[in-house]
């Protein structure tokens, strides 16, 4: 089975700190994404990623960055956090034909106080 | 218009009850459709692709119509244990629904 592993379960950040998500996935996929999820939302995308330092924008990219550095891992940045971005973020990876659709991280739970 | 629509529900149904969820998509160049499962507090898990002349597994049930651009979910017999909430993702777009919650109650 894929996996992809989120590295912390549960974060606690101040305003203004930098934050480091990272999400490692073990089945050689090519895409890899970042999503937030807040209620009432649903999934927003962030940023995604079809290849080793290739990034694109998602609906949502304002005040996080990422990098993709090798093919399995790839990291969201928060440059300087603020309160409005304490949510769930979930990491999620496919092929890239996508047949067989995503697969998630268990996610991390973000809280900037 | 968002590229994946659903009603969010939430839909109250007992058990053994037949229920059914759609999600309308934007995008007619679209080609995989999938349906994913979330409990709360945990990731969505992929419940089932969904495939041009319809497929089934078990007591679900989805299906495509291109013409009207959605896709459907039946789900039959419910079981408290489907009690979730239900997203459909359009591959093209990566884009989630928002999700349909179904609570199943005895």
């Known amino acids: 089975d894929v996996k992809v592993t989120q590295s912390s379960r549960y974060l606690v950040k101040r305003t203004g700190e930098k934050v480091f998500l990272e999400c490692v996935q073990d089945?050689?996929?090519?895409?890899m994404f970042w999503y937030r999820q807040d209620p009432g939302l649903g999934l927003r995308l962030i940023y995604f990623?079809?290849?080793?330092?290739?990034?694109e924008k998602g609906d949502i990219p304002e005040g996080y960055s990422v990098s993709r550095e090798k093919k399995e891992r790839f990291s969201l940045i928060l440059e300087s956090a603020s309160t409005n971005q304490t949510s769930m973020y979930l990491c999620?990876?496919?092929?890239?034909?996508?047949?067989?659709?995503?697969?998630f991280g268990s996610g991390t739970r973000l809280t900037v106080v | 218009r968002k590229e994946v629509e659903q009603d969010p529900g939430p839909f109250n149904v007992p058990e053994g009850a037949t229920v059914a969820f759609n999600c309308t998509y934007s995008?007619?160049?679209?080609?995989?459709f999938f349906w994913y499962r979330q409990d709360c507090r945990k990731e969505p898990k992929l419940l089932m692709s969904?495939?041009?002349s319809g497929n089934e597994d078990g007591r679900f049930t989805a299906q495509l119509n291109r013409a009207s651009q959605y896709i459907s979910l039946l789900i039959r017999d419910s079981k408290l244990s489907d009690s979730a909430t239900y997203l459909c993702?359009?591959?093209?777009?990566?884009?989630f629904g928002a999700g349909t919650r179904l609570t199943v109650k005895p």
């Open positions: 969904v495939y041009s």
């Open positions: 089945m050689d996929h090519e895409n």
């Open positions: 993702v359009v591959n093209l777009d990566m884009r």
């Open positions: 990623s079809y290849d080793v330092k290739m990034k």
């Open positions: 995008n007619s160049a679209s080609q995989s």
């Open positions: 999620a990876s496919s092929l890239t034909e996508g047949i067989y659709g995503y697969t």
